[in-house]
């Protein structure tokens, strides 16, 4: 099935096009928001909304793009919403604006282990991530697009509607602010 | 963090990541979801009247009803009503001064 057929059976509801498409990007979307959430569970769920989400509104796509960039399109903003609905939660709940600024990183983070990560890195790895989660959105997923997912800079520049060069920016700021995150860790751990 | 890893090992330890997978049978776990979500009409219509907005102003509406009947009810309990019109139009009264003595020729 070519991806023209894949998508005119979308748009005619075809729930075996709709089976072909998540049998064929299940992984990509899984692996994306998995790096994103650091959660399994959640990555479960949100991957299910993202698959909803493509097939209740394939006729938004207008193939402009490959249909594999829309969907890493839809997969990180669902994964961002997902984030922010949690914080807002998190925020009303326990009234941490409250005890403490929310900007300040917090280290109440649990570790998160990649399941694709070679054993030799598999701690380097979890508090590489752990790191992550400290970044701005954008840095965020610029580096998970690219470092995770294994996305060219041209990929990630199509999937964030931005330029090449505002992409190679975006990962150069991020690897310094990685950088600054992990020598801090270094600081408070000593 | 123990201090046996610098930062540059950290920051290349995704290298030769491998792709994670999900759980099997998401195809079938994502049909399912999606025939949970699908709502009948009565509960599309038991959601839409139970919504608290829709609830409070429906309750706002009426109450606004029925202090406007009530305004409007006390404004016109105690009318003042001018009967003397149709009393005199109904007595058909003839001679308005009693004082002035009627025009009796001879």
């Known amino acids: 099935m070519t991806e023209q057929e894949l998508i005119k059976g979308l748009r005619e509801g075809d729930h075996h096009a709709f089976k072909k498409l998540v049998e064929t990007k299940q992984s990509l979307v899984f692996n994306t928001v998995l790096g994103l959430l650091q959660n399994n569970e959640d990555a479960e769920d949100v991957t299910q909304d993202v698959f909803i989400k493509v097939f209740e509104s394939i006729h938004q796509f207008k193939g402009e793009s490959a249909l594999s960039t829309w969907i890493y399109r839809v997969g990180v903003t669902t994964a961002l919403e997902f984030i922010r609905r949690k914080k807002r939660k998190k925020r009303f709940g326990f009234l941490s604006p409250i005890l403490g600024d929310d900007n300040e990183p917090t280290l109440e983070l649990s570790d998160f282990h990649h399941p694709g990560i070679e054993l030799d890195n598999k701690e380097k790895a979890a508090i590489l991530f752990k790191a992550i989660q400290q970044l701005p959105e954008n840095h965020k997923v610029a580096f998970i697009l690219n470092k995770v997912e294994g996305l060219s800079y041209q990929e990630v520049a199509e999937i964030m509607k931005t330029s090449l060069s505002a992409v190679e920016s975006l990962l150069h700021r991020a690897k310094t602010n990685l950088k600054e995150i992990l020598k801090n860790f270094n600081n408070l751990t000593q | ?106």
């Open chain 2, 1 to 106: 963090m123990e201090e046996r890893y610098n930062i540059e090992e950290i920051i290349n330890s995704l290298d030769g990541i491998q792709r994670a997978e999900p759980q099997p049978f998401l195809f079938t776990r994502i049909m399912g979801r999606m025939r949970k979500e699908e709502k009948t009409f009565d509960q599309v219509l038991y959601k839409l009247i139970t919504r608290p907005a829709l609830v409070l102003a429906i309750g706002c509406f009426f109450i606004g009803l029925n202090t406007y009947f009530i305004v409007d009810r006390l404004e016109n309990s105690n009318p003042i009503v001018d009967n003397s019109q149709p009393l005199a139009a109904e007595y058909n009264p003839q001679h308005i001064n009693p004082y002035e003595e009627p025009n009796e020729l001879p």
